[in-house]
C-alpha cells in the first residue's frame, strides 16, 4: 500500500519560529512541508498554489 505523506504549510511571523517548526516536522517522513508564510496573505497564496489533487 502506497501512502501519501501529509502535506503542511508552516505560517507564522516569526522566522526562527518557521525554521524551527519545518525542522521539526521534517524529521518525520510522513510529512511533508509544501511551503512557509509569514502572514495570512502569503499563507493564503500558498494554499492556493498546493491544493491537493486527488
Not at 504549510?9 to 517548526?21: E, F, N, T
Not at 511533508?32 to 491544493?51: F, R, Y
Amino acid at each position: 500500500m502506497i501512502t501519501r505523506p501529509i502535506k503542511v504549510l508552516v505560517v507564522d511571523d516569526s522566522l526562527q519560529s518557521r525554521k524551527l517548526l519545518v525542522g521539526f516536522l521534517s524529521e518525520d517522513p510522513d510529512i511533508e512541508v509544501v511551503a512557509t508564510a509569514s502572514n495570512g496573505k502569503d499563507a493564503l497564496e500558498a494554499v492556493g498554489k498546493h491544493i491537493p489533487t486527488s
